[in-house]
């Protein structure tokens, strides 16, 4: 019976019900989130692996349809097919973004962290999942020690870095910058080149430029779900997050999390 | 069990074993194999899949992660133990393209890994790669 709810929760949520959500958590008003995120996660992972054989099995028998003489005909019916199939891809993707992230969203593992390592050993590990090429990184000199969950840290950068390259476009590139306060470190991601074409494309534009309603909402309700999860992770570990522009497509996120107190500090 | 055509004539060395447990998705990668000129073995069960592995040492072989009778992990590990099957080219084929699951998957003996639905383009490097001289 959970589970059906579960299932039913998260076909029915709006993107205005998760920014609902969204303004509760702030307002620290939704203490069993950590919870349902979790269950949620796991069903929308096992979704979308289920979904994808079907998917793959369908997108190859149309690529190999197109490689018989006898199919000719029906070429123009395939890469319809084909285009269908690579805009679930992308849906796919995104879903497994979110799914993913709200596994990591418990139980915070706390420790003192030198920032300067922190930072460039997260994006490293990143490189495998996001393309880094699209991202320009400035750090500071020296970046102070911070007290976090280095796994969880790993995830907010995630969905930081997930959330502007997104509102970015296919094309565009992010800038990622991190200085030190006085007692926080700052780290800021913001859109530093826009698409060369507006991804607000016309419908039937080739390959996934098809901008049917169907993923702008889907696009819409994953931007403000990474944010909900990014806040939750942000404020679990003593941090806070500052969002420039619409939550639906956001310009640029500023995170702060707080210096760790090390020995050093003690003794001045 | 999907066998290229006679038509196709594949090259000795372009055998590709499939273990894949999604009857629809089997066949469909054992059709497209066959279509660029492979010899596709293809198997539901991974005890069969050993079997025809040891008897025959593929080129290539494609692992379905998520089995009903075992995983594929497993499977890749008892295959790098098969006589003759050193050399096989071992590719996890999986719904899950998260850096853990490819962690796992290289851990277990995997060379290469390929993430559904969108397969063909690197399937067909993949083939392009296979050794011919075998």
Same mark, same amino acid.
């Given at each position: 019976?959970?589970?059906?709810?579960?299932?039913?929760?998260?076909?029915?949520? *709006?993107?205005?019900?998760?920014?609902?959500?969204?303004?509760?958590?702030?307002?620290?008003?939704?203490?069993?989130?950590?919870?349902?995120?979790?269950?949620?996660?796991?069903?929308?992972?096992?979704?979308?692996?289920?979904?994808?054989?079907?998917?793959?099995?369908?997108?190859?028998?149309?690529?190999?349809?197109?490689?018989?003489?006898?199919?000719? @005909?029906?070429?123009?019916?395939?890469?319809?097919?084909?285009?269908?199939?690579?805009?679930?891809?992308?849906?796919?993707?995104?879903?497994?973004?979110?799914?993913?992230?709200?596994?990591?969203?418990?139980?915070?593992?706390?420790?003192?962290?030198?920032? !300067?390592?922190?930072?460039?050993?997260?994006?490293?590990?990143? *490189?495998?999942?996001?393309?880094?090429?699209?991202?320009?990184?400035?750090?500071?000199?020296?970046?102070?020690?911070?007290?976090?969950?280095?796994?969880?840290?790993?995830?907010?950068?995630?969905?930081?870095?997930?959330?502007?390259?997104?509102?970015?476009?296919?094309?565009?590139?992010?800038?990622?910058?991190?200085?030190?306060?006085? !007692?926080?470190?700052?780290?800021?991601?913001?859109?530093?080149?826009?698409?060369?074409?507006?991804?607000?494309?016309?419908?039937?534009?080739?390959?996934?430029? @098809?901008?049917?309603?169907?993923?702008?909402?889907? *696009?819409?309700?994953?931007?403000?779900?990474?944010?909900?999860?990014?806040?939750?992770?942000?404020?679990?570990?003593?941090?806070? @997050?500052?969002?420039?522009?619409?939550?639906?497509?956001?310009?640029?996120?500023?995170?702060?999390? @707080?210096?760790?107190?090390?020995?050093?500090?003690?003794?001045? | 069990?999907?066998?290229?055509?006679?038509?196709?004539?594949?090259?000795?060395?372009?055998?590709?074993?499939?273990?894949?447990?999604?009857? %629809?998705?089997?066949?469909?990668?054992?059709?497209?194999?066959?279509?660029?000129?492979?010899?596709?073995?293809?198997?539901?069960?991974?005890?069969?899949?050993?079997?025809?592995?040891?008897?025959?040492?593929?080129?290539?072989?494609?692992?379905?992660?998520?089995?009903?009778?075992?995983?594929?992990?497993?499977?890749?590990?008892?295959?790098?133990?098969?006589?003759?099957?050193?050399?096989?080219?071992?590719?996890?084929?999986?719904?899950?393209?998260?850096?853990?699951?490819?962690?796992?998957?290289?851990?277990?003996?995997?060379?290469?890994?390929?993430?559904?639905?969108?397969?063909?383009?690197?399937?067909?490097?993949?083939?392009?790669?296979?050794?011919? %001289?075998?």
């Amino acid at each position: 019976v959970f589970r059906t709810s579960l299932e039913f929760e998260w076909r029915r949520l *709006s993107v205005v019900e998760l920014r609902e959500r969204l303004g509760a958590v702030q307002q620290g008003r939704d203490e069993p989130l950590a919870p349902l995120l979790e269950c949620a996660s796991q069903l929308v992972r096992s979704a979308i692996h289920d979904l994808r054989t079907p998917l793959a099995a369908i997108a190859m028998a149309a690529q190999g349809a197109k490689r018989r003489p006898e199919c000719q @005909v029906a070429a123009r019916g395939l890469d319809r097919i084909l285009r269908s199939c690579e805009r679930m891809d992308f849906m796919l993707k995104e879903l497994a973004v979110v799914g993913r992230l709200g596994l990591a969203s418990t139980n915070p593992e706390q420790a003192p962290v030198e920032c !300067s390592r922190l930072v460039p050993e997260a994006l490293a590990r990143l *490189s495998d999942r996001l393309d880094m090429r699209r991202v320009h990184v400035a750090l500071a000199e020296q970046l102070p020690t911070v007290r976090v969950d280095p796994k969880q840290f790993e995830h907010i950068l995630e969905i930081a870095l997930t959330t502007v390259l997104s509102s970015s476009g296919d094309d565009g590139e992010a800038a990622l910058e991190a200085s030190a306060g006085e !007692s926080w470190v700052d780290i800021a991601v913001r859109v530093e080149r826009p698409p060369a074409v507006p991804e607000r494309s016309s419908a039937g534009a080739p390959g996934l430029g @098809v901008g049917g309603s169907g993923r702008e909402a889907l *696009s819409s309700q994953a931007q403000v779900l990474r944010l909900l999860l990014l806040r939750v992770l942000v404020e679990a570990n003593a941090g806070t @997050v500052c969002v420039d522009g619409v939550p639906e497509t956001p310009a640029g996120l500023r995170l702060r999390l @707080v210096r760790a107190i090390t020995d050093a500090d003690q003794l001045v | 069990v999907v066998s290229a055509s006679a038509a196709s004539r594949p090259h000795p060395g372009r055998r590709v074993l499939v273990l894949e447990d999604d009857d %629809d998705w089997r066949d469909t990668l054992g059709e497209y194999l066959t279509l660029l000129g492979c010899e596709c073995v293809a198997f539901a069960r991974a005890e069969d899949a050993l079997r025809c592995a040891a008897e025959q040492p593929p080129g290539l072989a494609l692992i379905d992660l998520g089995l009903e009778d075992t995983n594929g992990y497993d499977v890749a590990r008892r295959l790098r133990s098969v006589a003759g099957c050193d050399a096989t080219k071992l590719v996890a084929v999986t719904g899950f393209g998260d850096s853990a699951t490819r962690a796992s998957a290289a851990a277990a003996g995997f060379d290469d890994f390929l993430v559904k639905p969108l397969v063909t383009r690197k399937l067909e490097a993949l083939v392009r790669d296979l050794r011919l %001289d075998s």
